[in-house]
């Protein structure tokens, strides 16, 4: 979990000259710099209490940090839009957003979300990037995004610009099967829904409900195995991450 706050701090002390210009930047973009600066100053605060305090004190201060970590995760959201903005506009700090864009990519990359990765990747590229392996990127996040056309796409600009590594040039190998698969998937999924007589269970989170919808169809044991679990309050309390 610190890991998405720590981000922060590697990108301002890894590139050189990005702090003072991010911060000289416009008044929406300092001020998501600021707010995502004080949130990652209090998840580092907190964590050196964590280390040494215990019982009931411990426990407020963990739950303080899980509270923290999911605010840094909220401006660090608002502060990569920020970014993107400023990509769009002609100053003199498209440089230093598009360093910060970059580097977000990887941290992305490192956590397999790959969805907010294909979109800032087709940002970098739209704005005519010159880094050559964000095409790389893009091809990854089509590819787990399921599509496959866009990962092809970008499979052959990044091969033009000889930025393709062994092992996403034998990922991409897989798009025929992939296609296969994912129509064969999609096709259960209609037939399943037009059915409607799957199990759902409605899991109660602090962030609000959720429905899950079991496939009891492809994974009957495990289906009824979870089911049980439910139904004796098994899951009940626990913490999901």
Not at 66 to 83: D, N
Not at 95 to 100: C, D, I, L, R, Y
Not at 204 to 225: C, I, Q, R, W, Y
Request: aromatic share 8%; net charge negative.
């Amino acid at each position: 979990m610190f890991r998405s706050c720590l981000f922060l701090i590697v990108v301002l002390s890894g590139l050189p000259g990005l702090a003072e210009a991010l911060e000289s930047a416009p008044d929406d973009y300092q001020a998501a710099l600021g707010q995502w600066k004080q949130h990652v100053q209090q998840v580092q605060q907190l964590r050196d209490k964590m280390q040494n305090a215990v019982g009931d004190q411990r426990s407020s201060l963990e739950r303080q940090y899980v509270t923290a970590i999911e605010e840094g995760e909220e401006a660090l959201a608002q502060f990569t839009a920020a970014a993107e903005n400023q990509l769009s506009r002609d100053s003199d700090h498209q440089e230093e957003a598009e360093k910060f864009l970059r580097a977000r990519l990887l941290d992305l990359m490192a956590r397999d979300d790959f969805e907010p990765m294909l979109h800032i990747s087709q940002t970098l590229i739209d704005h005519g990037t010159q880094t050559t392996d964000v095409y790389e990127a893009a091809a990854i996040a089509a590819y787990m995004n399921h599509q496959t056309q866009l990962a092809t796409g970008y499979l052959q600009e990044a091969e033009k610009k000889g930025v393709v590594s062994n092992s996403t040039r034998q990922l991409l190998m897989n798009i025929p099967y992939l296609e296969k698969a994912w129509s064969e998937e999609k096709r259960v999924r209609e037939a399943e829904a037009a059915a409607d007589d799957l199990p759902r269970v409605r899991l109660s989170t602090s962030k609000g409900d959720v429905v899950v919808e079991l496939f009891e169809n492809e994974a009957p044991l495990s289906v009824a195995n979870f089911v049980h679990l439910v139904d004796q309050g098994f899951y009940d309390g626990l913490s999901f991450h």
